[in-house]
């Protein structure tokens, strides 16, 4: 234990040391097709301002706290090592859940939102003065977004480049293919933009239906999955509270078991949640 603490002290130290140094221009970390996936997820669950590096900060932490809370309780290092890596994996499952959660808030709000812009454009106003007054008077999680576009607009943008920095602020599917069929209707004319918007309001909602109606039905089969990764491994942390149990995991033998057992345990999570899984909605030109 006092060799771990060492250790982590040391490596805290280093890290702080190298803040002080200037990074290269152009050093990256992490691949960019890495980060541009946990750049869109950040979006996507609804945290634009938090950087991609506070994602592997927080995979950092979770697994170095799980790897000693189970050390101290197990002294067991290939169990602490297996928590540990469930612990790391923590951080992404709660950002793709909360884009889940947001994904589907949003899916049901947007028709309203349609049917707004759609009666403004009705009433007399512009597509942009349409879209501004989303920003007052819209469903409440999308007003701000669309207070940015009036901000970007009123600035002297051009209306295609504020929609494609709404589209950026949004991050949603629905939003993608609403900023796009708005972009078209600007390019050829935006004399059937009241028809097009009611159409698009009437397939939304019907979208939204079926997609709830198949999730709720779907939804069993990723709790199932998630009890039968759990359960063996509840069973394992609390075999190795006991002191024999625990000498069994440090030897040889007990390794393969544990190692084989993850391998296993990853494999039929994925494999049980893409028999599971409904088509994701995917984002247009994103």
């Given at each position: 234990m006092?060799?771990?603490?060492?250790?982590?002290?040391g490596?805290g130290a280093?890290?702080?040391?190298a803040?002080?140094?200037?990074?290269?221009?152009?050093?990256?970390?992490?691949?960019?097709r890495?980060?541009?996936?946990?750049?869109?997820?950040?979006d996507?669950?609804?945290?634009?301002k938090?950087?991609?590096?506070?994602?592997?900060?927080a995979?950092?932490?979770?697994?170095?706290?799980a790897?000693?809370?189970?050390?101290?309780?197990?002294?067991?290092?290939?169990?602490?090592?297996?928590?540990?890596?469930?612990?790391?994996l923590?951080?992404v499952?709660?950002?793709?859940?909360?884009a889940?959660?947001?994904?589907?808030l949003?899916?049901h709000?947007?028709?309203?939102?349609?049917?707004h812009?759609?009666?403004?454009?009705?009433?007399?106003?512009s597509?942009p003065e349409?879209?501004?007054?989303?920003?007052?008077?819209?469903?409440?999680?999308?007003?701000?977004p669309?207070?940015?576009?009036?901000?970007?607009?009123?600035s002297?943008?051009?209306?295609?480049?504020?929609?494609?920095?709404?589209?950026l602020?949004?991050a949603?599917?629905?939003?993608?293919?609403?900023?796009?069929?708005?972009?078209?209707?600007?390019?050829?004319g935006?004399?059937?933009?009241?028809?097009?918007?009611?159409t698009?309001?009437?397939?939304?909602?019907?979208?939204?239906?079926?997609?709830?109606?198949?999730?709720?039905?779907?939804?069993?089969?990723?709790n199932?999955?998630?009890?039968?990764?759990?359960?063996?491994?509840?069973?394992v942390?609390l075999l190795?509270?006991?002191?024999?149990?625990?000498?069994?995991y440090?030897?040889?033998?007990?390794?393969v078991v544990?190692?084989?057992g993850?391998?296993?345990?990853?494999?039929?999570?994925?494999?049980?949640?893409?028999?599971?899984?409904l088509?994701q909605e995917t984002r247009v030109l994103?």
């Open positions: 006092s060799l771990l603490l060492g250790l982590a002290l490596l280093l890290l702080i040391f803040s002080f140094w200037p990074r290269a221009p152009g050093t990256r970390t992490g691949t960019p890495r980060r541009r996936r946990l750049r869109q997820l950040l996507e669950a609804g945290h634009p938090v950087p991609v590096a506070g994602v592997a900060t995979v950092l932490i979770c697994a170095l706290f790897f000693l809370l189970v050390l101290v309780l197990t002294a067991a290092i290939p169990v602490a090592l297996c928590f540990s890596l469930f612990a790391a923590l951080p499952l709660a950002l793709r859940w909360q889940s959660k947001r994904r589907a949003l899916r709000i947007w028709p309203d939102a349609v049917d812009l759609r009666s403004a454009v009705r009433s007399g106003m597509l349409g879209l501004i007054q989303l920003g007052l008077s819209g469903p409440e999680p999308l007003r701000e669309f207070r940015e576009f009036a901000r970007d607009y009123r002297g943008h051009s209306l295609g480049g504020a929609l494609e920095r709404l589209k602020r949004l949603d599917p629905v939003g993608d293919r609403i900023v796009a069929a708005l972009l078209i209707t600007r390019e050829v935006g004399s059937d933009i009241g028809r097009l918007l009611s698009l309001a009437e397939f939304l909602r019907e979208n939204a239906r079926t997609r709830s109606e198949l999730e709720a039905r779907q939804s069993w089969t990723v199932a999955a998630k009890l039968a990764v759990a359960a063996p491994w509840i069973v942390l190795s509270l006991q002191t024999e149990a625990a000498e069994a440090r030897d040889a033998t007990g390794m544990l190692g084989a993850l391998i296993v345990s990853l494999v039929c999570y994925r494999l049980m949640l893409r028999i599971g899984a088509p994103a």
